[in-house]
């Protein structure tokens, strides 16, 4: 079963080669992302940090670290923060990125600012796509991304629809 745990600084120090936080957690063989990686990410999250206290969380799977998801841009004005999510290469293909986000849309949505989702993903990535999909979300558009080309933009509108 994923749950998910808050992931904090001190986990991104561990992932990157500092000491654990704690016993209870072990990386999956092969790591969980490559080290520049989780470098971009522990300072964007930092950023990400002063307005929203948690916004990371590692999704994990008995006493293993599975992989990471994470606000990718603090809520903007509409009350819409990005979210993105990763799983360790050798963890992929078993449902754990459809469960975990499943679990994050209800954490991020308990903070009454926010009024839904957004996240993108790039054209080719159909696994990624599938996880937004049976989540929730729907594609709202398209746009050119520096790094990965042609991205889809996906929301999750849950106040909207709600009257949340």
Not at 82 to 111: C, K, N, P
Not at 156 to 164: I, M, S, V
Request: charged content about 25%.
């Amino acid at each position: 079963m994923t749950a998910l745990v808050p992931c904090t600084d001190a986990h991104f120090a561990w992932m990157l080669g500092g000491e654990p936080p704690g016993p209870e957690l072990r990386p999956p063989p092969g790591g969980i992302e490559a080290p520049p990686v989780l470098e971009m990410l522990r300072a964007l999250l930092a950023e990400i940090r002063k307005s929203h206290p948690v916004c990371a969380w590692l999704m994990v799977e008995g006493e293993e670290i599975v992989g990471l998801c994470s606000f990718t841009r603090a809520a903007d004005g509409e009350g819409i923060p990005h979210i993105g999510y990763g799983v360790a290469e050798s963890r992929r293909g078993r449902g754990h990125a459809t469960r975990a986000i499943r679990l994050m849309v209800t954490e991020v949505l308990r903070d009454p600012n926010v009024r839904g989702i957004g996240a993108e993903t790039a054209v080719a990535n159909i696994p990624s796509q599938r996880v937004l999909e049976e989540n929730g979300f729907a594609k709202t558009g398209t746009r050119i991304d520096n790094e990965d080309g042609e991205v889809f933009v996906w929301r999750y509108a849950f106040r909207e629809t709600y009257g949340r």
